[in-house]
């Protein structure tokens, strides 16, 4: 089967780093994206691992270890319009484009 | 540059009826997936098109069918609707339907509701 998962809830200080963890089990793999949701709104790209290590962009970053079916997001320097859902996808083998979601973290960063 | 936008925003049906979405893709992505996102869950895959043709298809019934038109963009349709078809239903298009980043870009999406 294919199984992703990823906090529920996360609370955050302005200014503080948070990490949001993500564990998958899939039939495949052929990549790993992190998506910035805010309420009511479509999903943005915010990063792609495909290989082993950390991916840094900006205030984000983004690891992955595929031995352990596991990645993370890192967020620096919270700013209060961070507060949104982030949701880890893995695109499955076969030569399309299939993304698997997990049901998202929600983050809220409090002043 | 224009992004991906649907049609209609919102739409309001009752069960048993049917109901067509539209997507218009990026300029110059020829590859268009669909996604129904259920209040406070992922998106969940249903269906993607590339050069027109089907490349993918998610765990949904047969009243769910999809195309893909020559100018790239998409038409979702859902037959019989049901109570627990009330999503938003998202529309993503990437330039290709393979490997590297080709990372998908979701449009603003159709809150359907279903009474």
């Known amino acids: 089967g294919q199984n992703i998962d990823q906090p529920t809830e996360m609370t955050a200080t302005e200014g503080a780093i948070v990490q949001i963890n993500c564990t998958y089990q899939t039939s495949g793999f052929n990549g790993l994206f992190w998506y910035q949701q805010h309420a009511g709104e479509a999903p943005t790209f915010l990063s792609y691992n495909v290989l082993d290590g950390l991916e840094e962009k900006g205030r984000f970053s983004s690891f992955l270890s595929r031995s352990k079916g596991y990645s993370y997001l890192l967020l620096k320097e919270l700013q209060m319009k961070d507060s949104a859902s982030y949701l880890c996808a893995v695109r499955t083998s076969g030569g399309y484009n299939k993304l698997i979601f997990g049901a998202g973290t929600r983050l809220a960063v409090h002043p | 540059d224009a992004g991906v936008t649907q049609s209609p925003t919102h739409l309001i049906k009752t069960r048993g009826q049917q109901v067509t979405l539209r997507c218009s893709p990026i300029?110059?992505?020829?590859?268009v997936s669909w996604y129904q996102q259920v209040l406070g869950q992922g998106p969940q895959f249903i269906f993607q098109y590339y050069e027109k043709e089907e490349r993918g298809r998610g765990n949904f019934p047969d009243r769910f069918s999809a195309r893909q038109f020559p100018n790239y963009s998409s038409e979702l349709n859902v037959n019989a609707l049901l109570l627990g078809d009330s999503a938003l239903y998202l529309c993503?298009?990437?330039?290709?339907?393979?490997?590297?980043?080709?990372?998908?870009?979701f449009g603003p999406g159709t809150r359907l509701t279903v009474l």
């Open positions: 300029s110059g992505h020829k590859s």
């Open positions: 993503a298009s990437s330039p290709t339907h393979g490997v590297g980043v080709n990372e998908q870009f």
